[in-house]
Each structure stands twice: as C-alpha cells, then as structure tokens.
C-alpha cells in the first residue's frame, strides 16, 4: 500500500470512528434527558428530533469506519493471524449492537414505553467507555 494512501486511510478511519462515537455517547444521554424531561412534564418532541439525525448521523461514520478500517486491515493483510484484531472487531459489532438497541430504546420512549429511569439509563451509558477503553488497548497494545 502506498504510503499516502495508508496515511490517508488511517485520517478517514480514526476521524470517523470519533464521530460515531458521538452516537455512541450521546443517544443514551438523549434517553437521560427524555426521562427527567417527562419526570419534570417537559416537552421532550425536540429530543426525540435529534435522536433520530443523531442515530442517521452515526450510521454514515460507521460505514466509513467500516469501510476504510477493512481496507487497511486487507492491504496490511492484518485479518490473518492478527488475535486482537479479531477482538478488536468483536467489541466493534457489540458496539453496533449497542447502538441499534439504544435507538429502540428511543422509539420505545417515543410512545411512552421506556420504563427505565434516568439513574439506569445513565449507567448505561457507560458500556461504550469500557467498550472504547478495551478497543484503544488491543490497537495499541496488539497482545496477542
């Protein structure tokens, strides 16, 4: 692989796995809000607004995530043999996982069916930390 292109790859991919991590963090905090919105009796139409752009949003940076990640992994011939890129990757379909529950969570809200209240929501809120905290580790640290 050229070294420009690799060097460009990697700006794409590192830009956009933060960007989805944006959605990754911010949707279940949108939930925080919609809870202690209708606890206070607040209008909470506007959250749900940005929920959903917030959701669509992340989609696309996961894509180019996704697309320029594997490219790298490809050209480097990194899916062979390499253990904590199989992790790595393992983490990062949970983290998909995570982030379609949370939106169902949110249309779940959107007809006043999300029971849980905004102390548990903030703790799931947690999960991508050590989630991201896991993944940054196996990508520095390679250990296998």
Do not use: C
């Not at 996961?62 to 992994?73: E, P």
């Not at 249309?107 to 809120?125: D, I, P």
């Amino acid at each position: 692989m050229h070294p420009q292109l690799y060097l460009w790859l990697t700006v794409i991919h590192l830009v956009s796995v933060m960007a989805y991590a944006v959605s990754l963090f911010y949707l279940p905090r949108i939930l925080v809000h919609v809870a202690e919105g209708k606890a206070e009796a607040q209008s909470v139409d506007r959250l749900f607004i940005m929920a959903r752009k917030l959701f669509k949003f992340g989609n696309i940076m996961l894509v180019v995530s996704l697309i320029s990640g594997l490219w790298v992994a490809i050209e480097l011939g990194f899916l062979s043999g390499q253990g904590w890129l199989h992790a790595k990757l393992t983490l990062v379909l949970l983290f998909i996982g995570y982030n379609h529950v949370t939106f169902g969570m949110v249309k779940k809200a959107e007809r006043g069916k999300l029971t849980w209240s905004s102390k548990a929501l903030r703790w799931f809120n947690e999960i991508p930390l050590i989630a991201l905290i896991a993944i940054v580790y196996l990508v520095i640290a390679k250990p296998f």
